[in-house]
């Protein structure tokens, strides 16, 4: 192919006139074979740019369903340690419950033992104060069958009220003893119940601190992973 210079331009790009091997002047675009490799090439990358497209596509799909999915994981992981959380709590306050009920009524039992025994001292000393009363009016008759008379020496009547204020004595003793050892059952069951009612409160909080380190452990993984997946995107 012979060109014309005449009519060429090596600055001229678009089609131009050249004379062929047979002497002819045909038209003769330098870019045509260039144009004609470029559009092959299109053609040739277009099924591969949509197959990467469609894989592309299925990789977010994917991708999408996933975090879809471990989302609904961690909700349903928080859903979970709530209802534990909550009955946990519910156990913890029906068993504190059950233990008050047992030291009210123990501790009330214990207390229905104290009008009595009040009644029984007050009764003692009623009982004591009639046998002192009548002890001195008695005494004169006792000492006249004894043959002894002139009446009733005050030594003699000093030994019955001294008598008499010795029993009392006794009787608000005893009294006080029996009250004293309910007051301290009182207290022992005071003490009993409230190691126990500290015992219930640390069995269920450590079982709530598990659980709620177990739903971190699994929440913390899940959002490395979903973390992982914002990354790759």
């Given amino acids: 192919m012979i060109f014309n210079s005449s009519i060429y ?25 260039k144009f004609q490799q470029s559009e092959n090439n299109k053609r040739d990358e277009t099924p591969k740019r949509e197959e990467e497209k469609k894989r592309e596509e299925k990789r977010k799909t994917e991708t999408a369903k ?51 025994l009040e009644k029984d001292y007050k009764n003692s000393a ?18 006249a069958s ?25 009787l608000d003793k005893d009294y006080k003893a029996s009250v004293n050892k309910v007051m301290q059952a009182i207290e022992k069951v005071k003490a009993e119940g409230y190691k126990e009612l500290q015992e219930n409160e ?17 929440l913390f993984s899940i959002k490395q992973e979903l973390e992982e997946l914002l990354y790759d995107d």
Avoid: C, W
Avoid at 92 to 115: F, H, M, T, Y
Avoid at 146 to 170: D, H, R
Avoid at 202 to 218: C, G, I, T, V, W
């Fill in 9 to 33: 331009s090596p600055n001229n790009r678009s089609p131009h006139l050249v004379y062929d091997k047979n002497g002819l002047m045909v038209e003769y675009n330098p870019n045509k074979n």
């Fill in 66 to 116: 996933k975090k879809k999915s471990m989302n609904a994981y961690m909700d349903k992981i928080k859903y979970q340690y709530n209802s534990q959380r909550e009955y946990l709590h519910n156990a913890k306050n029906q068993r504190e419950q059950g233990i008050r009920a047992v030291i009210n009524n123990q501790i009330s039992s214990l207390k229905s033992n104290l009008p009595q």
């Fill in 126 to 143: 009623k009982q004591a104060y009639i046998d002192f009363m009548e002890s001195k009016k008695a005494l004169p008759q006792q000492l």
């Fill in 146 to 170: 004894l043959g002894i008379t002139g009446g009733v020496s005050e030594s003699t009547l000093a030994q019955i009220s001294t008598n008499y204020s010795n029993n009392l004595i006794g």
């Fill in 202 to 218: 640390s069995y269920y909080e450590n079982k709530l601190a598990l659980e709620a380190q177990k739903a971190e452990k699994n």
